[in-house]
C-alpha cells in the first residue's frame, strides 16, 4: 500500500471516503539530482459502480479543487483519481517552493502518470476508464493518448495545445526561453510578479479563471486556508519545455478516442486557434463552445456546467457507460 496523504475533504466538497496517497517517481534531474525520487500525492474516491475517471488538473492545481468534479462523476457511478503532478500540490516541491512552477521535462508528467496508475489503490480500481483533463493536464493527456493510454472516453477543458499570445510574440517568447536555459536560467521565474497566487491577488472581475463569483471565492477560500496548496508563477524552464511538448504532439494526430472538448468563448489563456484546429481534424471528437465562459468549464457558472455535464453524460452514453 502506498504512504498515506493528507486530503482536506470538507476543504474539497469531495464523496465520502475519499483518501490521498503518496507514490514516488523518477526525479528526472530537478527538482532532485539524477536517479534520485519525487514524492506525488493523488486523492481517490471509493471504487464506482460504472468505472473510474482519471483527472488530470492543469498547472498550479491541485487534488482538493477537483472535490465537486468526483462528488458530480461519484452521483454517476464513477470513482475518481486525481493527481497532484510534481511541484504542484502536496507532491514534491523544487526546494519546497510555493512560488515558483518548474519542471525539468514535459516527461517527468508521464512518469507522474505511470507511477499513480502502478499504485495499488489504483491499479485495483474496477470497470472501464474515462479520462478528464484541464489545460495544462490536457496536454499531458494528449501525450499519454498517443503513447497508449486506454481510456473508453475522454473530456477535454481548454487544453493546452497553444498559449493564446500572437504568433510574432510566440516567436520571441520561444527565442527568449531557448536563451535563458542556454545561459543557466532555466530556474528564473518568466515574470516576478507572478510569484504570488492568482486567485488571491487578481481581482474577480479582471480574472481570467472564471465568470462565477461564487466558485472564484471558493478558490480563494482554498488557498486562504492551505496556502501550502497553491502555486506562483512559471519558470523559463518550464516555458521552453512547454513550448517543445506543445511542438511535438501538434504534428501527431489525435488517437481515435471518443472525445468532447470544452472551449470558453472568453478563453484567454489557452490557444483558442490550437483547440479549434485540432478539433476540426479529430473525426471522433467533439467540440462544445461556452458562450461567455473563461478557462475553467468545471468551475463555470452553473448553467454553463449543465451544458459541460450534459455533454458529458451524452458522450458516455454513446459509448455504453451510462444508460440512455
Not at 42 to 53: I, L, N
Request: hydrophobic content about 45%; glycine content about 10%; aromatic content about 8%.
Amino acid at each position: 500500500m502506498a504512504e498515506v496523504a493528507p486530503f482536506d475533504s470538507a476543504l474539497a466538497e469531495a464523496p465520502e471516503g475519499t483518501r490521498a496517497r503518496f507514490v514516488s517517481a523518477p526525479g528526472f534531474g530537478w527538482p532532485r539530482p539524477p536517479g534520485a525520487q519525487v514524492r506525488l500525492r493523488f486523492a481517490v474516491t471509493q471504487p464506482g459502480a460504472r468505472g473510474t475517471a482519471l483527472i488530470f488538473p492543469g498547472r498550479t492545481e491541485y487534488a482538493e479543487k477537483y472535490g465537486r468534479v468526483m462528488a458530480a462523476l461519484a452521483a454517476r457511478g464513477f470513482g475518481s483519481v486525481v493527481i497532484d503532478w510534481r511541484g504542484q500540490g502536496l507532491s514534491t516541491r523544487p526546494h519546497n517552493r510555493t512560488d515558483l512552477g518548474h519542471v525539468a521535462d514535459f516527461a517527468a508528467y508521464q512518469a507522474d502518470l505511470a507511477a499513480v496508475l502502478a499504485a495499488p489503490e489504483v491499479a485495483s480500481l474496477p470497470g472501464p476508464r474515462i479520462l478528464l483533463a484541464h489545460s495544462m493536464g490536457g496536454c499531458i493527456a494528449l501525450r499519454a493518448l498517443l503513447s497508449g493510454l486506454e481510456v473508453r472516453a475522454a473530456v477535454l477543458s481548454a487544453p493546452m495545445w497553444g498559449f493564446d499570445i500572437p504568433l510574432s510574440a510566440a516567436r520571441s517568447a520561444r527565442l527568449v526561453a531557448r536563451l535563458m536555459c542556454a545561459v543557466g536560467r532555466s530556474r528564473r521565474h518568466l515574470r516576478a510578479g507572478e510569484r504570488d497566487y492568482y486567485a488571491l491577488t487578481q481581482p474577480f472581475e479582471d480574472n481570467l479563471l472564471t465568470s462565477d463569483p461564487a466558485h472564484y471565492a471558493w478558490l480563494r477560500a482554498h488557498l486562504t486556508k492551505r496556502p501550502e496548496l497553491g502555486l506562483g508563477g512559471v519558470s523559463w524552464g518550464w516555458l521552453n519545455r512547454a513550448f517543445r511538448e506543445i511542438d511535438a504532439v501538434a504534428r501527431r494526430d489525435t488517437p481515435p478516442v471518443p472525445m468532447v472538448t470544452f472551449l470558453g468563448s472568453e478563453e484567454h489563456i489557452v490557444s483558442p486557434e490550437a483547440i479549434r484546429a485540432r478539433m476540426a481534424r479529430t473525426p471522433t471528437g467533439r467540440l462544445v463552445t461556452l458562450q461567455g465562459g473563461r478557462h475553467e468549464a468545471w468551475m463555470e457558472r452553473p448553467e454553463l456546467q449543465e451544458i459541460c455535464w450534459a455533454e458529458t453524460d451524452r458522450l458516455l452514453i454513446a459509448q455504453g457507460l451510462l444508460p440512455g
